[in-house]
């Protein structure tokens, strides 16, 4: 299994990203896949998840601001993020859990004020 990535870069406050994680080696569209963030200092968090019904979910600080997707053909999940505040800044991981954790490489998002 391998998770891939993109869409990291620099915003100011106000902008938006969105941030792409395609995955390889798995049938995708039976897995649910998630965005982790890890702020520096800080301890990772889940940002949003999305299920192979394409149910979703949101931590409470996103919520309204981000917008996860997935496109089954492309093997590929989205993070569409609006609103982007300062403390929104860090490294954003793909993951998807299957018998065990995987993760992407991680991109860097960084909101300056």
């Known amino acids: 299994v391998q998770l891939q990535a993109c869409g990291g870069g620099l915003v100011q406050a106000g902008g938006c990203l969105k941030l792409?994680?395609?995955?390889?080696?798995?049938?995708?569209?039976?897995?649910?896949m998630r965005w982790y963030r890890q702020a520096p200092e800080k301890e990772r968090e889940l940002v949003a998840t999305?299920?192979?019904?394409?149910?979703?979910n949101y931590g409470d600080s996103v919520k309204g601001r981000f917008t996860i997707s997935r496109d089954n053909i492309r093997r590929t999940v989205y993070l569409q993020m609006n609103n982007l505040r300062p403390e929104d800044t860090g490294v954003y991981y793909c993951?998807?859990?299957?018998?065990?954790?995987?993760w992407g490489k991680g991109t860097l998002v960084t909101v300056s004020s």
């Open positions: 792409s994680c395609k995955a390889s080696g798995l049938n995708f569209s039976l897995n649910t």
């Open positions: 993951n998807l859990y299957l018998h065990r954790d995987y």
């Open positions: 999305i299920t192979s019904g394409h149910s979703t």
